[in-house]
């Protein structure tokens, strides 16, 4: 280690240790934290690992615990360093987010919970950020928590069956089914028997007609409830009205199973004779079978009654037959106990019926002996436009499973030629390995068999996976998968990773899909995923950010962010991008919070400028941004970017007249209705207008009224009411001119120098810095083994912050509108002017008002957007201005008022 970096890591250790002393001597108050001080310590622990000092520092951080326990600096260092060197022991920010949740601090909570969920998914992190939802009202975020929780958390059944609930209103009865499952198991295991029933109640109101999931169901469910009351419940609630509807087979086969849970039963043992009666009703001899069986009698056992009852049934007129030395026969007639068979050589053979059902096997009419001897044309047919419809009467005819010989020597040379074999066989091969029916065995190589399970939904989701080539389908189905809990690191789901794995590692594969593979593992918590691994290159090659965080999974665009977060420095600005661009979403919010937590005023202010200024075409973003300005929380943000509550009304009101004429003409009519109440909303249901008039002094008023008289949407009685109640406030405001317009002042009003100034920065960098940058990528890429080579990372990633600033200022001249000396009204406080402040003591102070690039402290030019500029704008001479800045109470009169000094 060079001595600057042993100087810098005693700087930073000093650092820390002082940090300690501080918390230990002072018992820094909880309440003196913010979410930056974290980000702070985040900063060391990144340079202590990369520099390889994290040992001592942790070490210096464990000697600190020893004597102060609820050390919050020392937990954390701790705590995030076992979480990078993926330790189990993730303890110790539990303990501080459990500290800031007991004192009421949720916004920290919740950063810190997110820091152990950027890692791996963590019960405690997830509880903690279901509370913290709740208490925000965010019900978007609390259900996809909720969901999460779920998945890692065994025990929670209240979450599943809300999640079951959720998806029964939404009519999604497959997702519905598959939480009611879960849930219902985690209650068995709880012994929750009301639950339990309230859950069986719901699954069997979801698939009324299910035999087979009523069976799996009932056999879980009699772990908690008695098996007399599941026995009641299942015949109540499903066989009854299955009979009703005429389903006997699946009201039989339901019976069979519940019938073992109370074996006396006279109702079960009469309900089972009525399906067979209806079932083999034209059976010529099944009155004589339900004698000889006494299936409706309680004394027999049911499992003889209903083994003798089918033993015998399955016997009748025309039912095919096979014997081992007279081959195959036909049942030609059944009297009294005898049988007469029409064998292949043996016509009008008599038997005792007892000695039939022993010697005698029954074959199904579907059996491929059958079909050879007396359907050899249809089969043929068959063969060639359903070969997979062959093969399963294949292996249903030799009891479920076969190998090629086998296949062969049935179809070979009765059904097809030799010469025809290997062609179709092959052909087929291909079938059975996208079959979902057919599978291989996986102890016999050569043998292949009948699925004689249900196919799981994940087994199923594994299935089409492989069988898919489309990479975007692939992504999809990894998605599905691990939203009906399915597990990553499974053996069963190895096919999923190797083959994101794959895309990650090839050489061939574009910068898009090796990103998006990244992202889909991160997503799906395979456990040797780490962000630490990423390498930055793969986003530098993108080229268009928006355009992919567009293009992605809705559940995959939160972990891109976090690894954009995670690996690019600018990714402030293409959080910007974002947000600007791509249509508003939920993960707006979280982009917004994100700026915020880490203090990127200056994007946040970029958002705010490009939606105030494109509210016309951005009527989406401007009512969201406009939304979020006004919420009780982010008051303090409004107030830090000077963002003026009037000009933001007045391009709502605006934005009313604009949609409606939208909306009149047909043009986007569902889009536009939606922004309009949302606008209505947060104006007259929120009162945001009503707080503006009444704050209001008379030169604000008179721009509401002029605004007022010129609207042409609002109702006539609610803007009579508006207008009579400014009136009353100001009554000299009666005599204003209903024709005159309010101007709307532009958001990024610049001067002509400061543009062309800007201009002259962009060019340069087009010009000059990304040439000269291109060419450092062709000489580093000219050393070879991309992905190892530092110079050529490092150019790329030169490049990538290049083409970002040059994008931002491209985006900043095209938003910014020249101001006009002859258009600056010096009547009032106007960007533009210069003005003459009176302070208390007497004194005099002068300031220009102009734009943000046009900002010159030395010169007392200030902007408009700034605390003094925001506090003057509008005011008239005489008036008087109170503003705070810093702690301090600043008071002044406007002496005067005139033309500032610009081009």
């Known amino acids: 280690m060079n001595e600057t970096l042993i100087k810098k890591k005693e700087d930073i250790l000093l650092e820390v240790e002082e940090k300690l002393k501080e918390e230990k001597w002072t018992r820094a108050a909880i309440e003196s934290y913010s979410v930056k001080n974290f980000i702070e310590l985040d900063s060391i622990i990144r340079m202590a690992i990369d520099e390889g000092f994290k040992d001592e520092l942790k070490n210096l951080c464990r000697e600190n615990l020893k004597h102060y326990q609820n050390s919050v600096v020392g937990l954390y260092i701790i705590g995030i360093i076992s979480l990078e ?23 920290i909570a919740e950063f810190l919970a997110e820091r152990i969920l950027s890692y791996h998914e963590n019960r405690f992190a997830l509880k903690a950020l279901e509370t913290i939802y709740e208490g925000y009202g965010n019900q978007e975020e609390l259900f996809n928590i909720k969901r999460r929780l779920v998945l890692i958390d065994s025990k929670d059944a209240a979450n599943a069956k809300f999640l079951g609930e959720y998806y029964e209103k939404e009519g999604d009865k497959e997702q519905a089914m598959f939480y009611y499952r879960l849930a219902m198991e985690r209650f068995i295991k709880a012994k929750s028997a009301r639950m339990v029933e309230d859950l069986w109640n719901r699954v069997i109101k979801l698939y009324p007609e299910d035999a087979d999931l009523v069976i799996s169901v009932a056999k879980k469910i009699s772990e908690v409830l008695s098996e007399e009351k599941t026995a009641d419940m299942v015949f109540n609630d ?12 699946e009201a039989l086969k339901v019976l069979k199973v ?16 009525d399906c067979y009666r209806k079932i083999y009703a034209n059976h010529s001899q099944l009155e004589k079978y339900l004698k000889l069986s006494a299936i409706g009698q309680s004394w027999k056992p049911h499992k003889e009654a209903i083994r003798i009852f089918e033993t015998h049934i399955a016997f009748d007129q025309g039912v095919y037959v096979s014997h081992k030395s007279w081959g195959l026969g036909i049942v030609k007639e059944i009297e009294n106990d005898k049988v007469i068979i029409d064998f292949e050589n043996k016509k009008g053979h008599e038997m005792a019926l007892e000695i039939a059902l022993r010697a005698l096997d ?3 009419s579907d059996n491929i002996t059958i079909w ?5 044309e249809e089969l043929q047919i068959l063969i060639q436009e359903e070969p997979l419809k062959v093969i399963e009467i294949i292996l249903k005819s030799q009891k479920g499973e076969a190998s090629s010989t086998d296949i062969k020597k049935y179809l070979v040379p009765d059904v097809l030629k030799e010469n025809e074999w290997s062609k179709w066989w092959n052909s087929t091969r291909k079938l059975i390995e996208e079959s979902e029916a057919i599978i291989q065995n996986p102890n016999r190589k050569n043998v292949i068999e009948l699925r004689d399970t249900e196919i799981s939904l994940e087994e199923e989701l594994i299935s089409k996976f492989k069988k898919t080539s489309n990479f975007e389908n692939k992504v999809k189905l990894l998605i599905e998968y691990i939203l009906r809990g399915g597990n990553i690191n499974s053996e069963s789901a190895s096919s999923m990773v190797n083959y994101f794995n794959e895309i990650i590692k090839a050489s061939s594969e574009s910068n898009e899909r090796q990103l998006i593979s990244l992202v889909a593992l991160k997503y799906s918590g395979y456990d040797k995923y780490n962000d630490n691994d990423v390498d930055s290159s793969f986003f530098f090659e993108i080229k268009d950010m928006v355009e992919l965080y567009e293009k992605l999974d809705n559940e995959l665009k939160k972990p891109f962010l976090q690894l954009m977060m995670k690996k690019l420095k600018d990714w402030d600005s293409k959080f910007g991008e974002i947000i600007i661009n791509a249509p508003v979403g939920k993960l707006h919010r979280y982009m917004l919070n994100e700026l915020e937590i880490f203090e990127k005023y200056d994007v946040i202010n970029s958002i705010v400028v490009t939606s105030m200024n494109s509210f016309k075409e951005k009527p989406e973003l401007f009512l969201w941004i406009s939304k979020v300005l006004f919420e009780e929380d982010l008051k303090s943000l409004k107030d830090r970017l000077g963002v003026k509550e009037n000009e933001v009304i007045f391009r709502l009101l605006s934005l009313l007249d604009i949609l409606n004429e939208e909306i009149e003409a047909k043009n986007n009519v569902g889009r536009n209705k939606k922004i309009v109440q949302g606008i209505y909303d947060l104006l007259f249901k929120k009162k945001l207008f009503d707080n503006l008039i009444n704050a209001s002094d008379e030169g604000s008023a008179k721009s509401i009224l002029s605004l007022l008289y010129s609207t042409m949407t609002l109702e006539e009685e609610v803007k009579n009411s508006y207008i009579n109640q400014i009136i009353n406030l100001y009554p000299a405001l009666d005599n204003l001119d209903k024709q005159e317009k309010i101007q709307i002042r532009h958001p990024f009003l610049i001067t002509r120098k400061a543009i062309e100034a800007k201009k002259r920065e962009l060019a340069h960098i087009l010009s000059v810095e990304i040439p000269q940058n ?8 000219e050393k070879g083994d991309l992905r190892e080579n530092a110079e050529y990372k490092a150019a790329l990633e030169k490049q990538d912050q290049l083409k970002a600033t040059a994008s931002k200022l491209e985006a900043e001249i095209n938003q910014a509108k020249a101001l006009e000396r002859d258009k600056v009204n010096t009547s009032i406080v106007d960007v533009g002017v210069r003005v003459t402040l009176k302070t208390p003591d007497g004194n005099k102070e002068i300031y220009q008002i102009l734009g943000p690039w046009d900002v010159d402290f030395k010169k007392n030019i200030i902007s408009y957007h700034s ?3 925001k506090a003057l704008l509008d005011r008239r001479v005489g008036d008087s201005v109170e503003f705070t800045f810093g702690n301090e109470e600043k008071k002044y009169i406007i002496e005067s ?3 500032a000094d610009f081009e």
């Open 85 to 107: 060197e993926s330790s189990v022991d993730d303890t110790h920010i539990p303990q501080i987010i459990k500290l800031f949740m007991d004192n009421k601090k949720p916004k």
């Open 238 to 249: 499903f066989v009854r009205q299955a009979m009703k509807n005429e389903k006997y087979r």
């Open 258 to 273: 519940i019938i073992d849970f109370k074996k006396g039963e006279k109702q079960l043992r009469k309900a089972i004779e």
């Open 362 to 364: 029954i074959l199904d």
């Open 372 to 376: 050879k001897k007396f359907k050899k």
């Open 774 to 781: 291109s060419k450092a990528i062709g000489e580093a890429m």
């Open 867 to 869: 605390p003094l500029g």
């Open 897 to 899: 008022i005139d033309l």
